[in-house]
């Protein structure tokens, strides 16, 4: 090949890896839409307590965006509904692992741990929630119950009385 006609590929092949590179971006735009578009059938089928219908679209969600948290979040609380604990605490550990700072998802994951009597990882969890948003109301009244589990009245009152 003379040198000619390898400097006439060059504008060829840029133009098939914009091509390419537009398609991707395209594919990843649709990924994103048809999963916010589960999500919202999962909220839908959550609120007229089809859980099952809920927790198969929260599913489809993430497996066309992994890194869904919200879905993750929603995915957790339906399956503490169903009392598929271990699940819940699964989906909630994911969301808290690729976003550390998300209150609601150490809330929902205390809330599971008290359901299974873990008093102490419940309140750990309500803590962590509180630390990261220090006027979260239903955080505090947690605890509340938490410390009322554990027949520490006087800290259940203290924790009542923040969460106003």
Known sequence: M????????????????????????????????????????????YDQKDYYGALDSYSRAIELNPAYTDAFLCRGITRNDLNDFGGAISDFDKVISLNPVYADAYLNRGITKHDIRDYSGADNDYGRAIELNPDYAVAFYNRGLVKRALENYREAIEEYNKAH
């Open 2 to 45: 003379t040198e000619r006609n390898i400097t006439s590929l060059v504008p060829y092949r840029s133009d098939i890896l914009v091509r390419v590179q537009d398609a991707i971006d395209i594919t990843g735009r649709l990924l994103t839409e048809r999963a916010e578009e589960y999500f919202q059938m999962g909220k839908m089928k």
